[in-house]
């Protein structure tokens, strides 16, 4: 019976664990790519053109690297078109972006202008989940604006704004909408406007300087980024090359979870394999006679190791229904950051690792038990 419970308390803890830790990252994981592309072509950078030395003579340069200038990714209209038929990819939005300042009053604010294609850009960032005010619209004369913006700025849905890019482009906005995403510095800075209008704002007539993708296996990214990377010839850069740090800290606790899950199920094998080696002693007597009657070494073996598949699966399932009861508790009074959902897939997993635990622990008691010698087990006091 005690070593049913420990079984049982060891799963609740490994499955516990592991839909907690599962739960938190999808949460940091979705948070993050909420507000951004899983990938992002770009144009590549520009390099200095460094004129070779004559013959024979030695040429000494210090080389600054070149400063990248706004420009407009070649043929976007065909690569996009190419990428849509991709079917890895879920998604494709040209934008067009840059940096201009916005201006009511006296207050000026810098701002990065986003320009984009409504429909094909929700497909990347859902905008109208994260709008707090007015409606989801961008056209030539409406913008949308982070709540933190509005703010800084003292405005509101209707109010009107001059955003200006310094290069002897200006216009007057209506702020038809405000949003909040969740990351401050992203509230403060994004004004989405229409595309044709942000390209004339930002000097490149009919140009776009990103193109996002989003994909499926999120977790893929680095793969399809370098395949779509050299079908096209542009910079790829994948969510995962940009949130290196995010990916350590996800890599770190996947890392501690398994060593957590490798202890406990290390100390239940050794909780069963001490209950069966006792059993063993104990049985002695009866284990002589069974062979005295005709049973077989392998008959022996059997009955152990079905008795530590029994210990590993009722343990292991009294322990999934408490570890349901600790998930609920953790949902309802927990600190709601974040909601842990558990899979009948982890369920499964822990049933059949606890019953596979229990039969490989059983597994050098029951030998030693075949093997004992039956007049020799008999004579056991």
Known sequence: MMITIGIAVGVAVIVFISALIQGLQSNIVERTLGTQAHIRLLSPDEVNHIVP????????????QRAQRLRSINNWQQITETLDQLPVLTAVSPVVSGPAFVQRGEAIQSVALVGINLERYQQIIPLKQYMVSGELRVSADNVL?????????????????????????????????????GVREL?????????????????????????????????????????VGRLTGLKAESWIETNAQLMNAITAQSLSTN???????????????????????????????????????????RVFLFQGAIFGLLGSMLG?????????????????????????KLILSALFLATLTGVLAAAIPSRRAAA??????IRHV
């Open 145 to 181: 604006i982070g709540r933190q913006l509005a703010k800084d700025l003292g405005v509101q849905v209707g109010s009107k704004l001059r955003l200006d890019t310094g290069q002897q482009k200006n216009a007057v906005v209506n702020i038809s909408g405000i949003f909040e995403l």
């Open 187 to 227: 509230d403060a800075r994004y004004v989405y406007l229409d595309l044709k209008q942000a390209q004339s704002l930002l000097n490149l007539p009919g140009g776009v300087t990103v193109i996002d993708l989003t994909i499926q296996d999120i977790f893929q990214a680095d793969q399809i980024a370098s395949q």
């Open 259 to 301: 060593m957590i899950i490798v202890f406990v199920g290390i100390s239940v094998a050794f909780g069963i394999a001490s209950v069966m080696s006792v059993s063993v002693v104990q049985r002695t007597r009866e284990i002589g006679i069974l062979r005295a009657t005709g049973a077989t070494q392998a008959q022996i073996l």
């Open 320 to 344: 999934s229904v408490v570890n349901y009861g600790l998930i609920w508790g953790f949902n309802q009074f927990g600190p709601g950051l974040f909601y842990i959902s558990i899979s009948i």
């Open 53 to 64: 030395p004559a013959a024979g003579t030695l040429q000494l340069l210090q080389e600054d």
């Open 372 to 377: 004992l010698d039956p007049v020799e087990a």
